[in-house]
């Protein structure tokens, strides 16, 4: 069937499970505004007030359901008020789609009315983006860009369309959306995580780190098995806030910078970290030498781009966190850390926080 840009643009949508998007209208994607009434409450529009509200609207909304968040925005300054928001989930890894309206391809390069190149501004700050010539070529590129926004590591994608692309005709054929398969892990990533597993069975002093990527994976469930097999003090970065209960009695909360002493002490005085879906950043860190003392370090994450990268020397293990720690609960443990959570249980009474203790007078409050 024949449909015009705009209604294949919105069908995509649909097809990829999106059923909410954020958006400010302007002159360049005001086509796809004229479409959307058509389908009522199986595609919401939430209209914003600013363009950057929109991208971070998408990005809570991603964080919050797992799904892709969805915004869109005009031409030039629309595109531009985007860019905060973008390097906002470029940097914690959300998966978001920014679809934003162009000049008319007649007017490429020609420096027309709020015409802006916001592939090379955006370039830095997205996994992938695209810029769409032919109408035709709509269905594979919103294709590619959730595939892209979904796969590996998660993150934001931009499509960039002309407006003369909205309201031509083209050959439209619904498509599901194919389910993405990991891969066998071949025989050295075996070697590596039977070396990982004997490295956590001999450890005297080990702790796990969670960071968002668990989140990501959807792997709570896996990462509490894991700990709990292990007998594992676990600590968890900014974005592993929820990856696992506060509540459970191996957390020993936040670390880093602004984090609790007794995660803390825990990671200095360990002699091996285990970090799951975190990338050692330096607010978690601080002075990397004094970090990496006398400590062996296991890296999961599922960008190998991360392995080594602040931490070096590192144990990597780089792919789908369930798989992996699947692999390594075929071990058993050695002991179960007495000692060991002697030692944690000592710093969390020291270190415990007092919310009980009387308020304080202050001069202005007299």
Known sequence: MQLNGARILIECLIREGVNIIFGYPGGSVLDIYDELPQYGEQLRHILVRHEQAAVHAADGYARATGKVGVCIATSGPGATNLVTGLATAFMDSVPVVAITGQVDTSLLGRDAFQE???????????????KVKKADQLVPTVRKAF????????????????????????????????????????????????????????????????????????ATKEVIAFIEKYHLPVVHTLMGLGAIPRSHPQSLGFAGMHGEKAANHAI???????????????????????????????????????????????????????????????????????????????????????YHQSRLTVPWAM
Request: charged share 25%; aromatic share 8%; proline share 6%.
């Open 116 to 130: 802006t190149d916001i592939l090379d501004v955006t370039m830095p700050i997205t996994k992938h983006n695209f």
């Open 147 to 218: 595939a892209l926004a979904r796969h590996g590591r998660p993150g934001p994608v931009l499509i960039d369309v002309p407006r003369d692309l909205f309201f031509a005709d083209v050959d439209y054929k619904p498509q599901a959306v194919q389910p993405e398969h990991h891969g066998k892990p071949d025989a050295d990533f075996l070697i590596c995580a039977a070396e990982a597993a004997d490295e956590i069975v001999q450890a005297k002093r080990p702790v796990a780190i969670v960071g968002g990527g668990v989140i990501s994976a959807g």
């Open 268 to 354: 200095a005085a360990a002699d091996l970290v285990i970090a799951i879906g975190s990338r050692f950043g330096d607010r978690q860190t601080g002075n990397l030498d004094k970090y990496t003392e006398n400590t062996k370090f296991i890296h999961i994450d599922i960008d190998p781009a991360e392995i080594d990268k602040n931490v070096g020397n590192s144990l990597g293990l780089a792919g789908d966190m369930k798989t992996i720690l699947a692999l390594l609960m075929r071990h058993e443990p050695n002991s179960a850390l007495t000692d060991w959570w002697q030692q944690i249980d000592k710093w969390e009474e020291s270190y415990a926080y007092d």
